[in-house]
T-cell receptor, first 118, second 112 residues
């Protein structure tokens, strides 16, 4: 079974430029997450989707970040314009939450996209 | 709000030494607790989990026990190997589902 796929793996851009990250979750997983991991820190949630609905985007900086999950499968996270402080690893994860509201379902993580803003 | 605190790293051990990485949490209700591991150049992988008080999660020789009275979930291994060198993250997820809340990670380096 294929894992969570992310692309690109690495991206270097200049500040004020746009950038987009793509995620393909594990087949059949209904819940998709985007996390940001700053250097030396644990991941922090940006947005969570249940199917195609964003159910938690409280930590997403909506002035410059946007995300979509068309048809409840693939997802794209965009930053426009990028700032120096956006340099981080962006992680996508997915889970199969058979009974929404249970906390024990495993989240499977992709390898991440390392973004460097210069 | 919910939070997780881990002991700071890096932790450097000799092969076959005993490992403990401390993790304490603050949460309302009864969260599920997890340990994730991140090997160099790889993504986060679930190492073990526990879903209720006094549960013990175990995998690959690692184990952790969910202690509600001390709000802790310390990771232990009796004899570490060089291949265990990685960054270890403690995390919680409340039982209403949703996001994982991670600690800051503890880097483990095992020397031969």
């Amino acid at each position: 079974e294929a894992g969570v796929v992310q692309s690109p793996r690495y991206k270097i851009i200049e500040k004020k430029q746009p950038v987009a990250f793509w995620c393909n979750p594990i087949s059949g997983h209904n819940t998709l997450y985007w996390y940001r991991q700053n250097l030396g820190q644990g991941p922090e949630l940006l947005i969570r989707y249940e199917n195609e609905e964003a159910v938690d985007d409280s930590q997403l900086p909506k002035d410059r970040f946007s995300a979509e999950r068309l048809k409840g499968v693939d997802s794209t996270l965009k930053i426009q314009p990028a700032e120096l402080g956006d340099s981080a690893v962006y992680l996508c994860a997915s889970s199969l939450d058979t009974f929404p509201g249970q906390g024990s379902y495993e989240q499977y993580f992709g390898p991440g996209t390392r973004l460097t803003v210069t | 709000g919910n939070s997780v605190t881990q002991m700071e790293g890096p932790v450097t051990l000799s092969e076959e030494a005993f490992l403990t990485i401390n993790c304490t949490y603050t949460a309302t209700g009864y969260p599920s607790l997890f340990w994730y591991v991140q090997y160099p150049g790889e993504g986060l992988q679930l190492l073990l989990k526990a879903t209720k008080a006094d549960d013990k999660g175990s995998n690959k020789g690692f184990e952790a026990t969910y202690r509600k009275e001390t709000t802790s979930f310390h990771l232990e291994k009796g004899s570490v190997q060089v291949s265990d060198s990685a960054v270890y993250f403690c995390a919680l997820r409340n039982n209403q589902g949703g996001k994982l809340i991670f600690g800051q990670g503890t880097e483990l380096s095992v020397k031969p």
